[in-house]
């Protein structure tokens, strides 16, 4: 028998045996790793491209890929066979350079202008205590004298000591002469020691902010001890492959082994972009004491390894909305295993811990007089509309179109996204490029600026169809059907054209659509108008600017005062950082999910009515949108 | 006390759509005939003006449909596979107002008839009888194109109303017309916004307005006419509210739809409680009808001769002496 090749596929450090020759795609299939074969490994799609950094491989030539790209290794792997012991990268699931739109200074600079409370009082923290050393007359127990040193600067109460604790305990109590430092996690009323160690030790104490889209994952990496962002790192949810939006996850999770298949891949989703951020900051992951978890509810069900099959069935009830704290080795998450992981509380089954988390960045609970909306446009559009008073919340089925799923060139906002695009007089395109990289595709942003570009230059009409009159010398052929040339081939990083198709922009208007006509419902379910409204807070992967008046102009926002708009990026994670610095966040979202009205657009008859409405450029009524109405007649 | 019935008034119109036309005006038809142009709701004569009848218009075909009732080759037997000759019988023995031609055998799956055959049936038609024409065609977008474009094309001048275009196949069938000088049902699946939605793409394209006819793609009796009838209800109050965009005349297709239905074909041995299929599909035909009509339709394909009869005389009865065109 031949020798076999070992095959290692980052970045999931998954090492396969295979024999010769085999198929890569094959092999990568056969590890069960999410790899997308859109033409079915006919080497015509493109999707399934890898990077190979090491090793011998036979690859067939493609025009998917130009030589340029070839020569640095990339190929596809449904046409590579394994020649040798090689090393192969998946691009799409390596960390996606994701900025955040905001960071500290948006905090400095709006302290008392959000609902959340921004002070660094982590419930878990280091705590350097100096015990007394035992003697014939204090011959209490190291743990009583721990308690007793902790009772002076800590009103006492009850506190416990983890198993794990008590085996280091009397060495570390001994090492620096009684001068320990302390892990203790004050949660959910009760108050546990969680590590110990000697002061010479001199470990800082780090705390995780995480927030699981169902399409993109990102998490910061904080130290407790100041509040400061060590490292952050986004992907995609590796959990893609068995679905794109949640009820499709959860269909997915019905059959025997897929609820543990979906929560190892969330799960092995976060340990990659844990161990991408500790190693970037220079912390062990076992320093993380502490994360804060935001999702939807289906994404926090499967993070938590619970059913959500009742989520999808009416009446629509989820197992819990306020999960409890829970240890990170009960997870299998590669952070201490006596970390505390605590997830947001959802206000029910569509409107989840991303929304309550993001509204503590927004100032929705500061005003009883103003109304204010907050949109998150995710896969699974969440709205919330309301102040301190009261507040109305509804979701809607937006699909990942923004965040660059679903969508021929789209992609995540990362390194080669065009992120804004401006078609000139003569009809040429300008754009913008994250990193000023060669051009991979568009994200959220570019899409949007896109779309109201063709629009307002006349190269679509209102359903978004090509015009042949002013489209014509710029459409291409593609398996897809006819494109629009965005890019050529030779000017974008994978030498192919970054064309979009009709379809990509139907279902860039379904999105839309369900986004504004979710609005739309949500006022009326409240009895207000549009231009009621005081301030407008988005949330949403877009990438790190969202253009306002484009927006307005393909429908995806209303026609009101553009000042009235903020963009926040991603503010669930946000959110989950505001929880991670003090628990005084958690009962701020606890009250919110109580005290929120949850309206279910799914029985709602006139919703459907609502959508189709808005399933056109910028909706089928105009005179709801005059600003845009002015620019469309000046063009027509 | 007196009893006052409350009456709504409406700020806007139903356009007024002429079909066919006259050697005056460029055809051959004897008369031209016009829907549309109401002011109030279906047969709320004491809330507005209606100032045309609904019409009634009977279906011929180039290739005759293999389900079809008995009870239609009953009535017209072999002229079923002749349209000119069907159409005649339409016309003279049955009162047919319009003739349609359904053009069902151009489909690349039901026989693939070229679209000079297709144009040689549409002239064959107009040819033998004076009343204003439909051409009715089907959902393969590239065959469909290049049969209508044809169509427009051999009957330039005659006003034929093309039925249909759909939002996602609009714009060739749509230039033809306006070339041709034709007018056009925009169709469109049930929903109030899909069907304002191609009339925008239609008169952006600068279609004119009084060439649009819209079909709500209605359901027969037991097949969603519910539905149907409170979409066109809404259609129809929202045109008369004022919205343009919605203020076209519509057309309905009750014969095609309850032909098809089991109900109407099912033999009366295996059901012998529904009674004589004689008869029983004409019934299933005038039930659709009527609520069709009653819920704004302007424009009827009816197939059943004894139930284009009852419609008839339905709305004769309703109008009575009002408006005599
Ligand atoms: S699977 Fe499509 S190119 Fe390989």
Redesign the pocket.
């Given at each position: 028998m031949k020798k076999k090749h070992k095959v290692t596929i980052l970045p999931f450090d998954t090492i396969i045996e295979v024999q010769p020759r085999t198929n890569l795609?094959d092999a990568i299939n056969a590890a069960n790793l999410p790899l997308t074969?859109?033409?079915?490994?006919?080497?015509?799609?493109?999707?399934?491209v890898v990077q190979i950094t090491s090793g011998r491989y036979h690859s067939k030539p493609s025009a998917?890929l130009s030589d340029e790209i070839v020569s640095e290794g990339y190929a596809?792997?449904?046409?590579t066979f394994v020649e040798d012991d090689l090393t192969v990268v998946l691009p799409r699931f390596e960390e996606l350079s994701i900025r955040s739109v905001v960071d500290h200074e948006f905090f400095d600079e709006r302290r008392d202008l959000i609902s959340g409370i921004y002070e660094v009082d982590p419930p878990v923290q280091k705590i350097d205590l100096q015990v007394e050393a035992p003697s014939l007359e204090d011959n209490y127990s190291d743990l009583k004298r721990i308690e007793r040193a902790l009772g002076k600067s800590w009103p006492s109460g009850n506190i416990s000591c983890e198993y794990s604790v008590l085996k280091k305990m009397a060495y570390a109590v001994r090492k620096d002469h009684g001068k320990i430092s302390i892990v203790l996690a004050r949660l959910g009323g009760s108050r546990f020691i969680i590590d110990i160690f000697p002061q010479s030790e001199k470990k800082s104490v780090c705390g995780l902010a995480c927030d699981i889209g169902t399409s993109t994952v990102a998490l910061h990496l904080v130290d407790l001890s100041t509040g400061k962002f060590l490292g952050t790192a986004s992907s995609y949810n590796q959990q893609m492959k068995c679905g794109e939006d949640i009820i499709s996850r959860i269909n997915y999770s019905q059959k025997p082994g897929r609820l543990e298949e979906l929560h190892d891949l969330i799960i092995g989703t976060i340990n990659l972009l844990i161990k991408k951020a500790s190693e970037s900051a220079g912390v062990p992951p076992a320093d993380i004491y502490y994360a804060a978890i935001s999702g939807n509810t289906t994404m926090i069900h499967l993070f938590l390894n619970l059913n959500p099959n009742y989520i999808r069935e009416e009446p629509y009830v989820p197992t819990i909305n306020q999960p409890p704290v829970v240890r990170s080795q009960d997870l299998g998450l590669d952070l201490n295993p006596e970390a505390r992981v605590s997830c947001t509380p959802a206000v029910g089954s569509y409107v989840g811990g991303d929304i309550t988390s993001g509204l503590l960045c927004t100032p929705i609970l500061l005003d009883t007089e103003k109304v204010f909306l907050f949109l998150d446009a995710g896969t699974n559009g969440e709205l919330v509309v309301g102040n301190k008073e009261w507040l109305m919340t509804c979701a809607c089925s937006a699909g990942p179109a923004f965040e660059g799923s679903g969508i021929k060139c789209g992609m995540p906002a990362s390194e080669g996204a065009i992120e804004t695009i401006k078609i000139d007089d003569k009809g040429r395109f300008g754009y913008e490029v994250i990193n000023n990289a060669k051009p991979k595709g568009l994200c959220g942003s570019g899409l949007v600026d896109l779309l109201a570009e063709l629009f307002v230059h006349g190269f679509v009409d209102r359903n978004g169809k090509f015009i042949e009159r002013t489209a014509r010398n710029k459409i291409v052929q593609t398996e897809n059907g006819e494109g629009l040339l965005i890019v050529e081939g030779p000017k974008s990083f994978w030498g192919n054209d970054i064309v979009i198709t009709e379809k990509d922009i139907a279902n860039l208007i379904r999105t839309k659509g369900a986004i504004y006509s979710a609005c739309s419902m949500l006022l009326k379910s409240a009895g207000l108008k549009f231009h009621e409204i005081d301030s407008v807070y988005i949330a949403g992967g877009f990438g790190q600017h969202l253009d306002i008046e484009n927006s307005v102009r393909i429908g995806l926002l209303p026609d009101i005062e553009r000042a009235k708009f903020s963009y926040l990026g991603n503010s669930s994670l946000l959110g989950a950082y505001l929880m991670l610095l003090t628990d005084k966040n958690h009962s701020i979202v606890n009250k919110i999910a109580d005290q929120t009205t949850y309206i279910e657009l799914n029985t709602e008859p006139r919703y459907m009515n609502e959508f189709t409405g808005a399933l056109f450029l910028p909706h089928t009524e105009m005179d709801l949108f005059p600003s845009v109405k002015k620019v469309f007649d000046r063009i027509r | 006390m007196t009893f006052e019935i409350p009456r709504e008034t409406n700020t806007g119109k139903i356009v007024e759509v002429t079909l066919g036309a006259t050697a005056r005006e460029g055809g051959t038809r004897s008369h031209t005939v016009t829907i549309g142009g109401s002011a109030a709701l279906p047969f709320h004569f004491f809330e507005g003006n209606h100032s045309h009848r609904p019409v009634v218009a009977m279906e011929v075909f180039d290739k005759a449909h293999p389900k079809f009732p008995d009870a239609l080759r009953d009535y017209f037997g072999e002229v079923l596979d002749k349209p000119g000759d069907m159409a005649k019988k339409c016309v003279s023995e049955y009162g047919a107002e319009l003739i349609s031609v359904r053009l069902e055998g151009t489909h690349p799956e039901k026989g693939n008839k070229s679209a000079e055959e297709a144009a040689e049936i549409v002239k064959q038609v107009l040819g033998s009888v004076s009343v204003p024409i439909i051409v009715t065609g089907h959902s393969h977008f590239e065959k469909i194109n290049q049969v209508m474009k044809k169509v427009c094309e051999i009957a330039e001048g005659e006003n034929c109303l093309i039925n249909y275009v759909e939002t996602d196949n609009y714009k060739t069938i749509a230039a033809a017309c306006i070339a041709y000088n034709h007018t056009l049902v925009a169709q469109s699946p049930i929903d109030v916004n899909l069907a304002k939605q191609l009339n925008i793409l239609l008169t952006d394209m600068d279609f004119p307005a009084e060439r649009i006819v819209m079909d709500p793609l209605t359901g027969s009796l037991g097949y969603g006419l519910e539905y149907t009838y409170s979409i066109m209800e809404r259609i129809r109050i929202d045109g008369l509210a004022g919205d343009k965009m919605l203020a076209f005349p519509m057309l309905v297709n009750p014969g095609y739809e309850s032909a098809l239905v089991k109900e109407a074909r099912a033999e009366e041995s295996d059901y012998p409680e529904w009674g004589s299929t004689e008869i029983r599909g004409a019934y299933w035909e005038i039930a659709t009808a009527m609520s069709l009509l009653v819920s704004g339709a302007e424009l009827l394909i009816m197939y059943h001769p004894k139930a284009v009869e009852a419609i008839k005389a339905k709305i004769k009865e309703m109008y009575g002496s009002r408006n005599g065109d």
């Open positions: 795609l074969a859109v033409c079915g490994g006919e080497g015509t799609c493109g999707e399934c998917a596809l792997a449904c046409q | -």
